[in-house]
């Protein structure tokens, strides 16, 4: 990011102390391969939207280096949230040996999720670290994540 370049929000963004445990949860479940799921949203975050619940994914991937979420669960998800009139409203993966920051692979693969936010969580230490993020044409904008009792 660039002093010219405007973030283009959100600033920061609220997920509940369960919906984090739950991502956590899903994540170390597949070490050591990285796992990946979605977090809904009533609205995407760009558009303010808030985070309502995560949902699984399988990493069709199944690499230590890389996720690729599995294209059948994707699908069913995108059908499911056409009927709820809910959004997604972030991309989760986890880094297993590397720090909660989008790789090179991670921002390639974002033109698709351009609305989306992004939370990295590294299992690199006992103690996850997790990193929210918002990638617009290729560039990397840090979004401050709150972790509080509502999201």
Do not use: K
């Not at 949860?25 to 050591?32: I, Q």
């Not at 303010?48 to 991937?61: E, Q, Y």
């Not at 409203?89 to 692979?105: D, G, K, L, N, Q």
């Amino acid at each position: 990011m660039t002093a010219e370049t405007t973030h283009p929000g959100p600033a920061s963004a609220t997920l509940s102390a369960e919906l984090v445990e739950e991502v956590v949860e899903h994540l170390r479940a597949a070490y050591p391969n990285e796992g990946c799921g979605v977090i809904v949203g009533d609205r995407s975050p760009a558009a303010g939207g808030r985070a309502t619940r995560f949902i699984p994914m399988r990493n069709a991937a199944e690499s230590p280096l890389r996720f690729r979420i599995d294209e059948a669960d994707l699908i069913a998800l995108d059908d499911e949230l056409d009927r709820t009139d809910e959004n997604f409203w972030a991309i989760v993966h986890s880094h297993v040996a590397s720090r909660a920051y989008p790789s090179a692979t991670d921002v390639a693969v974002t033109p698709v999720y351009v609305n989306q936010l992004h939370l990295v969580v590294s299992l690199a230490d006992e103690q996850p670290d997790l990193g929210l993020f918002r990638i617009v044409d290729g560039v990397i904008y840090p979004v401050e994540l709150v972790v509080g009792l509502e999201s």
